[in-house]
């Protein structure tokens, strides 16, 4: 950790390898000289515990506390699927829905469960997505984004991760978020509207720490 600038070094606090290489991708547009490293790479770090009742909150506790970890300049993404006809579930439980955290199978085998008497019509949903960064001098951005979709009733797809072989986004209709290349999925998600949102807030090429 001692090796790294930073005023050029970001850590992304998430263990998921999917989430760090879509936000390396699409920040590093506007912050090329930015260097982005997984939590994990700096150690082993306990993860906080998720109280927030939002996207929102969530978000912050996470970039917070890889802040006061690393003394870096984090960034963390809180995400999850909205269903309407399930009054907003499963919400910010959605990695932990079946109640073991980052059980795919096991959640979506739930979500059609729940969904199961649902129609087609009804079955409208979105993904959300807040990013949260916070610099080591206190500075904080947020940036916010969704995609809007319907739940299939059979999983379809190998790429992605999470629910995407299950929702069929508006903008790629009869193919589920798994089916997609990861550049039609950069494209459209809820990560990257959020992450969009962000980079609109962040000077181009500019430094993310402080620089003395």
């Known amino acids: ?20 290489v879509e936000i390396e991708s699409i920040l ?3 912050l090329p000289d930015v260097r982005f490293v997984a939590l994990g790479q700096l150690g082993d770090f306990p993860d906080p515990e998720e109280t927030g009742e939002t996207f ?3 978000a912050l506790i996470k970039a917070e506390s890889a802040v006061a970890e690393t003394g870096l300049t984090a960034i963390a993404d809180d995400s999850g699927l909205v269903v309407d006809a399930l009054d907003g579930a499963p919400g910010v439980y959605s990695a932990r829905y079946a109640g073991v955290h980052g059980d795919d199978a096991a959640n979506n085998e739930k979500l059609l469960w729940n969904l199961a008497d649902v129609a087609d019509s009804e079955r409208t949903a979105r993904f ?17 984004g969704s995609c ?13 991760f999470g629910y995407d ?4 986004p508006d ?3 009869g193919r589920t978020m798994a089916e997609l290349e990861p550049a039609e999925k950069n494209a459209i998600s809820h990560r990257f509207h959020a992450l969009t ?4 807030r962040l000077a181009p090429g500019g430094a993310v720490g402080p620089t003395a």
């Open 165 to 168: 072989p299950l929702f069929l």
């Open 197 to 200: 949102d962000l980079a609109a």
């Open 56 to 58: 929102l909150e969530n």
């Open 28 to 30: 590093a547009q506007v």
């Open 128 to 144: 959300m997505s807040v990013i949260a960064l916070i610099s080591s001098d206190g500075m904080v951005l947020t940036g916010t």
């Open 148 to 160: 809007e979709g319907r739940i299939g009733y059979v999983p379809q797809g190998e790429n992605g």
């Open 1 to 20: 950790m001692s090796t790294l600038d930073p005023a050029r070094t970001v850590v992304v606090a998430t263990g998921n390898a999917h989430k760090l």
């Open 171 to 173: 903008e790629t209709p």
